[in-house]
C-alpha cells in the first residue's frame, strides 16, 4: 500500500533533519494517513479509502463525500477517487 492520500494525492515528502550544529541528514515526512469508511448518499453505499486527516477535513467540511467529489475538479483528484466522481456524476444524471 502506497504511502498516498486516495483524495487529495498528499504524498511523502522528502526534506532534511537540521541539527543545533547545522548538519543536515535526509529524512521523511510521512501524511497523516487513515483508512475510512465514508458513505456516499447518491450511490448509497460506503467506500473504504485510505485518507489524510487534512483530505478527512476537507470532506467533512464541504458537506460530504458526494459534494467534496462533484466541486473538486478531476485533475485534482486521484485514480480511485476520479473514478467515485464519474459514477457518482453517472447517477446523479440519470436520476433526474
Same mark, same amino acid.
Given at each position: 500500500?502506497?504511502?498516498?492520500?486516495?483524495?487529495?494525492?498528499?504524498?511523502?515528502?522528502?526534506?532534511h533533519k537540521v541539527s543545533h550544529s547545522n548538519v543536515k541528514t535526509k529524512r521523511?515526512?510521512?501524511?497523516?494517513?487513515?483508512?475510512?469508511?465514508?458513505?456516499?448518499?447518491?450511490? $448509497?453505499? &460506503?467506500?473504504?479509502?485510505?485518507?489524510? %486527516?487534512?483530505?478527512? +477535513?476537507?470532506? #467533512?467540511?464541504?458537506?460530504?463525500?458526494?459534494?467534496?467529489?462533484?466541486?473538486? $475538479?478531476? &485533475?485534482?483528484?486521484?485514480?480511485?477517487? %476520479?473514478?467515485?466522481? +464519474?459514477?457518482? #456524476?453517472?447517477?446523479?444524471?440519470?436520476?433526474?
Open positions: 500500500m502506497s504511502r498516498r492520500c486516495a483524495l487529495t494525492e498528499k504524498a511523502v515528502q522528502t526534506g521523511k515526512f510521512l501524511p497523516n494517513l487513515h483508512n475510512v469508511t465514508l458513505i456516499s448518499d447518491v450511490l $448509497s453505499r &460506503s467506500v473504504r479509502l485510505r485518507v489524510s %486527516a487534512a483530505g478527512l +477535513r476537507s470532506v #467533512e467540511h464541504s458537506g460530504g463525500l458526494d459534494a467534496w467529489l462533484i466541486k473538486t $475538479s478531476v &485533475s485534482e483528484l486521484s485514480a480511485p477517487a %476520479a473514478k467515485l466522481k +464519474r459514477e457518482i #456524476e453517472k447517477k446523479m444524471t440519470t436520476a433526474h
